[in-house]
């Protein structure tokens, strides 16, 4: 069954310090990997897509990285803002219809000044 | 430009009663998604259209659930004889060419339905 799991659950971290977040996924056959962020309230909006042969793509303050032989990706954040808090999301695409996108439950991280 | 729209933002509803939810789309935008996304849990795939017609509907979670796409734009998800286990907020998603590949997908804000 493909799976996408991720952690930790929730993160609380001070104004201003990195942190990483952890995605792990039994999807195949695997297409491309995406990172969202999800504000309270409002729909995701995508961070990063990243396919087969990319291990690490950034956009500002976000880096993701995948390692396709361990299935796993992780999302960096550095110098964290109060803007930062919300729910991150790792969605998985098995590039077979998109009945097999498959949805992590999230990391929700709060940014406490 | 304008995002994609959802209505209504929050809709009550007795058990037993049909509900409408409707997603404008990014103009332009050929593929549109909808999502259903519950408490505590990951978002969850419903189906998917391509223009007017719905390649993938093999998400949607039983025969009360229902969505058209009209004009290949505005589309309405349907929920006939709702259940309180319906109650999730609906997702609605657009992205410019659909298919596979990495064809970005843009989210509304969610319709919050509840179903006492």
């Known amino acids: 069954k493909n799976q996408v799991e991720q952690s930790p659950q929730s993160l609380i971290i001070l104004e201003g310090k990195n942190c990483t977040l952890q995605c792990n996924y039994t999807v195949s056959p695997f297409s491309n990997l995406r990172w969202y962020k999800q504000d309270t309230g409002r729909g995701p909006v995508s961070l990063t897509i990243m396919t087969f042969s990319e291990n690490t793509k950034s956009n500002g303050r976000y880096t993701a990285t995948l390692d396709a032989d361990t299935k796993q990706s992780s999302l960096h954040i550095t110098a964290s803002q109060l803007s930062d808090s919300a729910s991150y999301i790792c969605v998985v695409s098995a590039g077979e219809g998109y009945s097999t996108l498959t949805f992590g439950k999230g990391t929700m991280l709060l940014v406490s000044p | ?116």
Do not use: M
């Open chain 2, 1 to 116: 430009g304008a995002g994609v729209s959802q209505s209504p933002s929050n809709k009550v509803t007795e058990k037993g009663k049909d509900v409408e939810l409707r997603c404008d789309p990014i103009s332009g935008h050929t593929a549109l998604y909808w999502y259903r996304q519950s408490l505590g849990q990951g978002l969850e795939f419903l189906i998917y259209f391509q223009g007017n017609s719905a390649p993938d509907k093999s998400g949607l979670p039983s025969d009360r659930f229902s969505a058209e796409r009209t004009g290949g734009s505005v589309s309405t998800l349907t929920i006939q004889r709702t259940q309180q286990e319906d109650s999730a907020v609906y997702l609605c998603a657009s992205s410019p060419r659909g298919g596979q590949g990495v064809d970005e997908q843009y989210f509304g804000p969610g319709t919050r339905l509840t179903v006492t």
